[in-house]
């Protein structure tokens, strides 16, 4: 580890310090640690500092198929699929119990790796201990033999898991996103092979060390194979032994995933971006709506797949809610995501600030009007990826107001009636999250209700709860959704048993 922020850092624990300091994190396949075969690897920065945290081996298509192998022959004979369900039910709860009893330790590896804020970390592990706890316990209430009552016949379903599931996961949420792809794949008995980002490859690793000293699953059950998305990622997509994949990242390469693993007639679960829209009714509290709308912009810097980055406000309010939205948005204190006192941190990587910045000029050359300027920004002792919070008006058609930006920059309308307000929402590609704002709960219902998205919420945005199905729909996603029931059957290979009576 070079000299760094890290070691600067006084929250780093040492067995974090220890962690990071190793000169070589391998990819974790079998129970072992492997490198690759032509033994190539990458850097990993700290998006706040723009120093190097981590050099990780980078997988390639034969290294990655090794990894399959193993996943497909720990499904056959670890005995993990056959294992009694409360048994691996409580395997779930035990890694649940491991990453909790080191909350701080994942908090500070994710907000290192990612450039979040350490507390907005802190969210994160606590989502991924609880998306484990949750699908341990519902895969106990799953009726695995589900008799159907038909004519002249005996017959039912029995439910059995698939068998080795592929997972690719992006930058923005790692941690958390691994245990929405892991917790039902696992849960279900299935084994798994998990492709993090390249950015942020640690703490998908560092729960990996955390199993293997703790013995917490039989080897080759989980399996993390790090490397670049067009090598290790598509030897992923591209691979026929497994038997369901889940992509989750941007349109684009969720179309090259989805049509690899179609060659390969393996189901695909894609979760894409989006451009969700607020619309924002006269009768709001103008003040407490500004609040979480700005809240909203700039958890994460933006970078967050359900944003509400196109603002619809009726009319009669548009001004004041503005100016409420550009007040509170210049006072956001940006700065390094380890510093208890910033709100906002860096972005991911410099081509993440490149292409932010990029959309501010590109919106501007189509017309928008730049209300609120953004713009990079500077923290003193730090080369990391910084920006400031933006605003664009003007007519929905242009560039920054149709394609997906993720940064902290929101898109303002006004509109007249609620007709209008839905029209607007809707009249994107994307389908992801939208919200209605109102004091009236009938007009909320019937607006959200109209929203051609995956989630439509009211009077808050990004609203994610276990149990409430969460996906896409068009631009967004397909194939099912997470964090909900149906989540836990995808995982789950349906087999139809008939006897004719005589
Ligand atoms: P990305 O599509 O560039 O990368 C995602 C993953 O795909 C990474 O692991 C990457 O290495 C891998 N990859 C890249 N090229 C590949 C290829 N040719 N074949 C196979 N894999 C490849 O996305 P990103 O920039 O990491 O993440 C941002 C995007 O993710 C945004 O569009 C955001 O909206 C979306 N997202 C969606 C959700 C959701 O739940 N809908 C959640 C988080 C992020």
Redo the contacts with the bound molecule.
Sequence with gaps: MSTSSIERTNAIAPAVAKFLATPLHKSFVGGRWVEAADGQAFDVLDPGSGEKIATVTSLKKADVDKAVDIAVDAFHNSGWAKMQVAERAACLHRIADAVEARKAEFATVEALDCGKIYDQALGDVQNFIDTFRYFADLSQAVNYRQVIAVKNHEAWVSRQAWGACGF??????PFL?AG?GLAPALAAGNTCVL?????TPLSALYLCHVIQELELLPNGVLNVVT????T???A??QNPKFRRMS????????R??AE?AGRNLIPVKC????KGAAVIFNDVDVQETAEKLVQAITFHSG????DATRWLIQRDIYDDLVDECITRMKSVQIGYQMDGSSQMGPL?NSK?RSRVLSYLQKGVADGADLILEGGAAEIPGKKGFYVKPALLAGSLNNVAARE?I?GPVAFIAPFASEEEGIRLANDTDYG?GNSVWSKDLQRCARVAEAFISGNGWINAHNVIVHGVP???VGK??MGGG?VSPDTLNDYLRPISVVRPLK
């Design positions: 690719i996961i992006p930058w923005n949420f996103l929405w492709k993090p980002a390249e950015d490397g670049l998305g067009e290790a990622g598509a992923v997509s992509f989750t990242g941007s349109p684009e390469v969720g090259m995933v690899a979760e894409l971006g989006g970078q967050v797949c359900c991911v993440q997906e993720f992801l969460y996906g896409g967004s996603g997470v």
